[in-house]
């Protein structure tokens, strides 16, 4: 192990968990889930907050790597990135009993119809 | 030209280019952290290249479309439990940044809703964790590939 590598990997880990700490960027991560590859003005589409803050939280997400931009002509297309998720996941998820943790995820979906369990 | 399904990966791995192309063209490396199966080609523009296992069965496979180590290597791509959709487009960057590099893996499939992309779709994160960890610390994070109930 590397201990510096380990401290680069907490900076890394703070920049995602402060990304995903926000309500709206969550919510602009579940739309692209939906639907991958929107320009800002899809993403804008039905929000209450405004364009100018979309394209923050947009930025903060990128800066976490959760981001990835692609230009496509002269639109910017926004895709999620989960490998940093994944991660996260595989460094205190992974360790434990996935499978049991998947079952009560879904008996949890299932008993309160939370479709982002 | 608007692809239908398109997924966007990217990590920044401490490494070299040189390091990471031989990661990910080198047979005996891919299986360590490709969950057993190793990449197989000349790597030279217009070869083959397979996904096997060590039992001989081929998983995914195509040609090479672009080669330019270590920069870009651009493939076509069919898995076999989904042939009949035909190729799928990936493309693998390495740019470097700073010590590390940064690897965008895109996979395209002119399908709008592609049943290789969404194999690949639940592959990739793990195999790019695995990936990272081993070029970064010598160990992967998953020797196997976990059972899904799907």
Redo the contacts between chains.
Sequence with gaps: ??PN?CI?QCM?DDAVFKALADPHRRQLLDRLFDR??QTLGELCHGLEISRQAVAKHLALLEAA?LL?C?W?GREKLH?L???????IA?RWI?KFD??RL?ALSALKQALEGDPHG | MASASTFVYVTFIRTTPQKLWQALTTPEFSRQYWFGVSTVSSWETGAPWALKFDDGRVPDSGIVTESDPPRRLALTWRHELVAEEGYTRCVFDLEPDGDSVKLTITHTSELEHSKVIQHISKGWPRIISNLKSLLETGTVLFAERIQTCS
């Design positions: 192990m590397q590598g680069i890394d991958n590859g790597n990835s692609q496509q895709y990135n989960p490998v940093p998720i994944n991660q595989e992974g996935q499978h998947r």
